[in-house]
């Protein structure tokens, strides 16, 4: 699918729209200092943070963001604002495969939500504006949570819809496509006993419209071209392909997309341990033939009354898409050569498996009217069919502040 003109009416006001949503979001911030002074209840709760991630494939990502409540009532009830910004630096091999050193690029989000209980019912709304040079998406999601009979027993319920529009940064007001997506959830909470939480968890996402990357480029081979690396000895990768590929296209997957992840969590307090014991498993499939599992152990210990440590470890276990192929061939049968109709070099739909470990610090004031805390974990990642990469170590810290005023 070729990126196409779009009509002067569908380009957004991409600045005017962010700059609405974020000078709401810092009105709100703003009113904390006002609120130390004039409301005593312990209503406003103020959080920032920042992630910081670097991997092995030149890709650092830096994210500060801020967020902001304002308590409606003590069963959730709050109006909510959050402001964050991603700043990408790469120049990894996806990008340096397509002949370019890399970029930079500055991604801005910002949400603003509100939740208001009423008896066993908690309704909510937010809305979320996301913009950068080349893609704009604006979306909302409505929730409920429900109470059955006793707070033993919770029902949530959530849809979210976004429209999407993606293109090329230097192109972008002129010609771009659009992505609708709609996500259905489900989830029920049981209290086993008054130290053990049981949750399941339904998912239902469907995606239509433009989901190809605009930048991405497929290299083809024939099997002549194989034939003859394979008589060379070589095997293909990011360092040889370029010298047997006969062509690149631009590259293109399904327009439709729907999948489904069931999870479940486990989680128990242990008294010897003054914290708790957690287990996190999600299965995932979808239309393209994509199945991942996610297994995730951790355990929360208090140190004492202000400090505690939650130590946790992730495995990720993913099969390829249906269509993906480390190598795409063209069929030279008669009359005329055949491309495969679909092909992609986004190694998220290739088999691979991440390891992750990391470990959380959070000290909390005796007061619990302000907390700090960091977060750190490695990872590593091993690709068995991507053809510029076999594997990628990353690094993820996270630190962050929440105040009560």
């Given at each position: 699918?070729q ?11 991409k ?5 609405a ?52 009532d ?23 495969a ?79 496509e ?8 489900v ?16 998912t ?22 194989l ?5 060379d000895?070589?095997?293909?990768d ?7 590929a ?58 004492s ?32 050569p ?17 390891y ?6 959070e ?41 009560t005023p």
């Open positions: 699918m990126l196409r003109r779009a009509p002067s009416r569908r380009t957004l006001p600045g005017a729209a962010f700059a949503l974020a000078f709401a979001a810092l009105l709100i911030s703003a009113l904390v200092g006002i609120s130390a002074r004039v409301d005593a209840d312990d209503k406003w709760r103020l959080a920032l943070d920042t992630l910081v991630y670097a991997d092995g494939d030149d890709v650092t990502v830096v994210t500060p963001q801020t967020s902001v409540r304002y308590l409606l003590e069963d959730g009830g709050e109006v909510r604002a959050r402001v964050g910004v991603d700043v990408v630096s790469a120049a990894s091999v996806d990008v340096i397509q002949a370019t050193r890399g970029f930079r690029e500055v991604r801005t989000d910002a949400t603003l939500g509100v939740s208001k209980a009423f008896g066993d019912w908690l309704p909510s709304f937010d809305y979320h504006l996301s913009t950068e040079s080349d893609y704009l998406s604006n979306g909302g999601r409505l929730g409920l949570r429900a109470r059955l009979g006793s707070p033993d027993t919770v029902l949530q319920l959530g849809y979210g819809f976004s429209s999407d529009l993606v293109g090329r940064r230097e192109s972008f007001d002129q010609q771009h659009s992505v609708r997506t709609h996500r259905a959830d989830s029920l909470t049981q209290a086993l006993g008054p130290r053990t939480l049981l949750r399941g968890a339904v239902l996402t469907a995606r239509s419209g433009f989901q190809s990357k605009p930048y991405r480029f497929v290299p083809l081979f024939d099997q002549a071209a034939d003859r690396a394979r008589a000895g070589v095997e293909l990011r360092s040889s392909f370029a010298a047997y006969i062509n690149r296209v631009p590259e293109r997957v399904p327009d439709e997309r729907v999948g489904v992840a069931m999870a479940g969590r486990l989680l128990h307090y242990v008294r010897a341990l003054r914290g708790s014991l957690r287990l996190d498993y999600q299965v995932y499939l979808d239309s393209w033939g994509l199945v991942a599992n996610t297994l995730e152990p951790a355990v929360t210990l208090g140190l009354r202000e400090w505690s440590l939650v130590a946790y470890g992730r495995v990720y276990l993913q099969g390829n898409a249906s269509f993906w192929r480390r190598t795409y061939v063209v069929q030279s049968a008669a009359p005329s055949t491309i495969p109709t679909y092909r992609s070099l986004d190694r998220e739909l290739s088999k691979f498996q991440t992750t470990l990391g470990a959380r610090v000290w909390t004031a005796p007061d619990a009217r302000f907390a700090f805390f960091v977060d750190g974990a490695v990872a590593y990642s091993h690709y068995e069919q991507f053809l510029y990469l076999e594997e990628r170590v990353a690094f993820i810290g996270l630190a962050g502040v929440r105040w």
